[in-house]
């Protein structure tokens, strides 16, 4: 049996997919430790986890580039990837490149239009089952080339406008959509992920665009008995959200209003400067307090478009809230992450995770993967301890972590 598995990557070579590669090509050769890959932690142990040298990228993209050329950007502008390893991966990373294909923008909105300089991605820009016909065919290809048993489909891909009116419930909805040709209720998420079901891979979406799993594609993967899970990857300010919300509901104290101002400025807050991809992601950034504290608060996320920051995002929290005899206190933290750096282990461990499950046949959500992400589909618990208990107790119940 291949042990070796697929990570196919939608928006292949963006910051975090370039991050991705490196920092996993890196790890394998030993070049930098594993800091950050918590499917590492000794109690992940027996799961007999797929090995990080074991995984083999492709995937999709929309802007012409290759992995050095990406990875070599980052260095220059935040310093994140060391040159000398960059250097030390050459031929790792020119294989890796010869695996990006051209994905599809169709319907995709102005901010991610104006990224594609790719000619062949226009190519199928008027038919919907054309589009999903060659994203297969890409997917397939790399399965056979690579002698793959297992693949994993990724959606690291620019945050897309919400479409208009309802997403499609059931597949019947979808395929007619399909059949129709109508994109005015698709985005390229969704043809992503319908490929990926199709083509029988486990599939996550890292990102805010929650089109990709909408009811009619969780019903999909769930009919074919493929896992999935999403939305919008855990990785900085959101998660020090969860992780602290709770404390003021342990001690009893009010809180009255939570303000959190972010400002970025890689090519993710640029798309992010465009109100409609905006939407999405302060959506799924402002639920997570009233649900961890039980109460409807004030609150505020804003974020914004600072150029000279590149991938060092900066988020300014402020919390007001009442103690003991109704007197009123405040807390502030700044938190200053380098965007790719946290997000890229997340989808180290959940590729890793998603094997897991392919492996044991299991189909649906992986609700066990919910620490991972700011919306985590079919899972109300916001409580980033809870969220990481349960994940443990997941693998206690599947029999392989001794108890
Ligand atoms: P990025 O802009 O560097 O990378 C996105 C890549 O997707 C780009 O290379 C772009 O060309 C490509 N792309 C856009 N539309 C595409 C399409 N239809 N098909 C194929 N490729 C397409 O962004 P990033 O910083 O790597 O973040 C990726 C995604 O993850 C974003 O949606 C972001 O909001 C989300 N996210 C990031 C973090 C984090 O960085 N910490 C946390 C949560 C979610």
Redesign the pocket.
């Known amino acids: 049996m291949n042990k070796r598995l697929g990570v196919w990557m939608?928006?292949?070579?963006?910051?975090?997919?370039?991050?991705l590669v490196v920092g996993a090509r890196a790890i394998a050769r030993g070049l930098v430790s594993d800091t950050g890959v918590t499917t590492n932690r000794p109690e992940f142990e027996p799961l007999n986890l797929v090995g990080v040298g074991d995984l083999v990228f492709g995937?999709?993209?929309?802007?012409r580039?290759e992995y050095w050329e990406?990875g070599y950007q980052i260095h220059k502008r935040s310093g994140s990837i060391d040159l000398e390893v960059l250097n030390a991966l050459k031929d790792d990373l020119a294989e890796a490149s010869a695996r990006v294909r051209p994905?599809?923008?169709?319907h995709?909105g102005d901010a991610?239009d104006g990224?594609?300089n790719d000619e062949a991605?226009r190519v199928d820009a008027h038919d919907l089952r054309d589009a999903i016909t060659r994203i297969r065919a890409d997917v397939a290809d790399f399965r056979r080339r690579e002698g793959l048993e297992r693949v994993v489909v990724v959606?690291?891909?620019?945050?897309?406008p919400d479409v208009e009116g309802e997403l499609p419930g059931t597949v019947a909805e979808l395929e007619a959509l399909l059949d129709a040709n109508d994109a005015s209720r698709v985005?390229?998420?969704m043809l992503?992920a319908y490929a990926a079901f199709r083509e029988g891979c486990a599939f996550l979406n890292?990102?805010?665009?929650s089109a990709a799993l909408c009811p009619a594609l969780r019903r999909l993967g769930e009919s074919l008995g493929l896992p999935f899970m999403g939305n919008?990857?855990?990785?900085?300010e959101t998660l020090v959200k969860s992780a602290l919300a709770p404390m003021f509901k342990y001690r009893n104290l009010r809180v009255l209003s939570w303000q959190g101002y972010n400002i970025l400025g890689?090519?993710?807050?640029?798309?992010?400067s465009h109100r409609d991809n905006l939407a999405s992601?302060v959506r799924s950034k402002d639920a997570v307090l009233a649900s961890i504290l039980g109460y409807p608060l004030h609150t505020h996320v804003g974020i914004d478009f600072v150029e000279s920051l590149d991938?060092l995002?900066t988020a300014w929290d402020f919390i007001h809230f009442r103690g003991f005899l109704d007197h009123k206190m405040s807390m502030q933290f700044t938190w200053q992450?380098c965007?790719?750096i946290?997000?890229a282990p997340?989808v180290l461990d959940m590729v890793r995770f998603a094997e897991f499950a392919l492996r044991r046949g299991e189909g649906g959500a992986m609700r066990q993967l919910a620490p991972y992400f700011?919306s985590p589909v079919d899972v109300d618990e916001h409580d980033l301890h809870r969220q990481f208990h349960a994940m443990t107790d997941y693998f206690k119940d599947v029999g392989v972590v001794p108890h």
């Not at 995937?59 to 802007?63: A, D, F």
């Not at 994905?103 to 169709?106: C, D, L, N, R, S």
């Open positions: 939608v928006g292949a070579l963006g910051g975090i997919g370039t991050t995937g999709h993209e929309v802007r580039s990406s994905g599809t923008a169709v995709c991610i990224l594609v991605v959606n690291l891909a620019s945050t897309e985005r390229p998420s992503y890292f990102t805010p665009s919008d990857g855990k990785t900085g890689d090519r993710d807050g640029q798309v992010l992601k991938d995002k992450g965007d790719a946290l997000a997340l700011k």
